[in-house]
């Protein structure tokens, strides 16, 4: 009968496997103390994509129960790319909020690249390490630019694809990348004034026709000699 001990060495295998598969990330030096109190299975309140997020090794340090973190690279490589989120055009003013979320990597800090059209990016400045969202400023209405976030540490800078990537999609947002498009609509007073411009044109337009038509009227003062007039014309 090789069916019950196979069964039992399934379970045992599997039971032992349990908690090993937890996704922990201890703090190096407390290694000791933790292997001797058992690790609550309660992740840090760590959000990647807060603004002004502690990292989550500074929670895991400032607390006073044991919590969990998220596995991060190795600080001995560059940053994974952060992952660009929502871009908030204020077209009035010239001005978007860029928002995006950390990499599962340790930073130091972050910047923002500016595309306008070809050519070299405009670099922001640089950013701690807490920072999950940034102004620019200076945008021109009409103006379509390419932005995208860089995490740096001490190993690097996360890669970059650049304004001509594949890693946007059709409809101008990020697609799970570190840049995006950014397009600032016209302002919507320059419509209002081209509107307004156009239809004082045709009003003008309109005002110098009948004039022009009651002045020849007064002139040949008849009505049929203006129109033999026109057809001379
Ligand atoms: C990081 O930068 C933000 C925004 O400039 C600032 O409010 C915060 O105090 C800084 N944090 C640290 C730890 O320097």
Redesign the pocket.
């Known amino acids: 009968m090789p069916r019950p001990p196979c069964l039992l060495w399934l379970l045992a295998v599997t039971f032992s496997l349990v908690p090993r598969a937890q996704p922990l990330a201890a703090g190096g030096s407390e290694e000791d103390e933790k292997s001797k109190t058992p690790l609550p299975a309660v992740p840090c309140d760590y959000d990647r994509c807060r603004h002004?997020q502690v990292p989550c090794n500074e929670l895991q340090r400032a607390s006073p129960t044991a919590c969990l973190c998220p596995g991060l690279s190795s600080a001995a490589q560059p940053p994974e790319p952060p992952r660009l989120g929502e871009v908030l055009v204020e077209a009035e003013v010239g001005r978007a909020v860029v928002h995006w979320c950390a990499p599962f990597s340790p930073v130091h800090q972050y910047w923002l690249l500016l595309w306008e059209g070809g050519g070299a990016p405009q670099k922001g400045p640089h950013?701690?390490s807490?920072?999950r969202q940034a102004e620019l400023e200076g945008l021109k209405p009409g103006g379509a630019y390419v932005v995208c976030v860089v995490a740096a540490n001490a190993a690097g800078e996360s890669s970059v694809p650049g304004p001509q990537s594949q890693g946007l999609d059709s409809a101008g947002g990020p697609a799970f990348g570190p840049c995006g498009r950014l397009s600032v609509p016209p302002r919507p007073l320059t419509v209002l004034h081209a509107a307004v411009g156009v239809g004082s044109a045709l009003a003008l337009l309109s005002c110098s026709a009948l004039v022009w038509h009651f002045c020849l009227r007064d002139r040949w003062g008849c009505p049929r000699r203006g129109r033999q007039n026109r057809r001379g014309l």
């Open positions: 002004l950013l701690n807490t920072v």
